[in-house]
């Protein structure tokens, strides 16, 4: 079924009204990791090549060829990349350095320049760069120090910033970051 799912140009679509980009080239090849489904039932060749279109003159990736870099498509494709071994295909030096770059003073990282930070990118940027052997590149103390001021004291759970409110979302993700 998910080989049904390839569209030509090696993306992948998510329904049945052919909605295409990165998130979903990500959740095929984990599927079938998870399924011990080799990769080679797909067309491996233009999936990659999808995704090496979807690379930005920074080295991060976006939903689609020529899409601004975000934190959340750049897991997605890292992580596909991952899956299928060719982290060669990724500009390290780059990219490191634009996840880098997302962490902020308060500690927290952003999605994307001029943006706020959100616990939600904790996972979305630390999960890349651990992914790249490159968790040195953070202040590992400062993003738990940030994760912790956006707990809620009283009800628990975690927020997407200090003093907002705590969700299931941003507690899951502001744990495993």
Not at 41 to 70: I, K, Q
Not at 115 to 131: F, G, H, I, R
Request: net charge negative.
């Amino acid at each position: 079924f998910i080989q049904s799912l390839q569209l030509p140009d090696g993306s992948f679509q998510g329904d049945q009204w052919g909605e295409r980009d990165t998130r979903f080239t990500f959740v095929a090849f984990a599927s079938l990791r998870l399924l011990k489904v080799p990769l080679t039932v797909l067309n491996l060749e233009t999936a990659l090549s999808f995704l090496e279109a979807c690379r930005n003159f920074d080295g991060g990736y976006g939903v689609l060829p020529g899409r601004e870099s975000h934190a959340g498509q750049i897991y997605c494709c890292v992580s596909a990349l991952a899956i299928a071994q060719r982290l060669d295909l990724v500009d390290r030096p780059a990219l490191i350095s634009w996840l880098a770059w997302r962490q902020l003073p308060v500690g927290g990282f952003n999605g994307r320049p001029e943006k706020l930070e959100d616990v939600c990118y904790s996972w979305w940027v630390l999960s890349s760069l651990c992914t790249l052997d490159a968790a040195y590149a953070i202040d590992g103390d400062k993003l738990a120090a940030f994760i912790y001021s956006c707990q809620d004291p009283v009800a628990g759970g975690i927020g997407d910033r200090p003093d907002d409110m705590a969700d299931i979302f941003h507690t899951l993700v502001g744990l495993a970051g």
